[in-house]
């Protein structure tokens, strides 16, 4: 007796979605989307603007994205994740539809449906990707791990900390700020 196959999804099936449904595709898997709590928009609104600021002051060649902004992290058809910040550093990566490869720096901010998601299943595609810097911002629990991908280094840190970015070594980030 064979086993019912499971299906594989494609992005063609995330841009058929009804409108307004969001969802993410890891290894052709569909994985539906709650929409962001205010508080999650409200820390994802403060990290954006200090990245990007940061970024314009210094005339950098690096582009952030905040979500949803699409990223095909395998450049193929079977994954699609719309991290909630991207920092892409290779233009040619970049097209009208979003980054076809590895951002450079990704922020994803927990929320109580994507707990799982972010700490594992995101956490080992954005390393297999090639991802060279992923951040975890845990509102809840009021922590910040940072994976230094590119140099296999974790580091935890608390929203009463003050968090130096690897691709920026410059750029510190102060938490105290981020929340409020």
Known sequence: MTLPQERIYTTDDIYNLPDGERAELIDGQIYYMAPPTRRHQLIAGNLFTIINTYIKSRGGSCEPYIAPFAVFLNADDKNYV???ISVICDKS???DKGCNGAPDWIIEIVSSGSRRMDYYTKLFKYRTAG???YWIVDPDKKRITVYDLE???IDEYSFSDTINVGIYPDLCIDFNNINN
Request: glycine share 8%.
């Open 82 to 84: 719309e991290p909630d």
């Open 93 to 95: 990566k970049l097209t």
């Open 131 to 133: 991802v060279r810097e």
């Open 151 to 153: 140099h296999g280094d």
